[in-house]
């Protein structure tokens, strides 16, 4: 595991429990963070990328 995936970045929340990024306080911890659907109008239509069950990434 890259020591990167470690950190956490204070600014970005996390509620999917499932994913191996999220940490015990909800907060995402991937290095990078992907945003998808660029045709996204509101936040409802857009959905991370960088999500990763636990234990398969």
Known sequence: MNTRE???NP???CDVT???YN???CRCS???IKVKNEKAITK???YCGTFC???TC
């Open 6 to 8: 470690k950190e956490i």
């Open 11 to 13: 600014g970005v929340g």
């Open 18 to 20: 499932a994913c191996k």
């Open 23 to 25: 940490t015990v306080d």
């Open 30 to 32: 991937a290095e990078h």
């Open 44 to 46: 409802g239509e857009t």
């Open 53 to 55: 069950p636990r234990g």
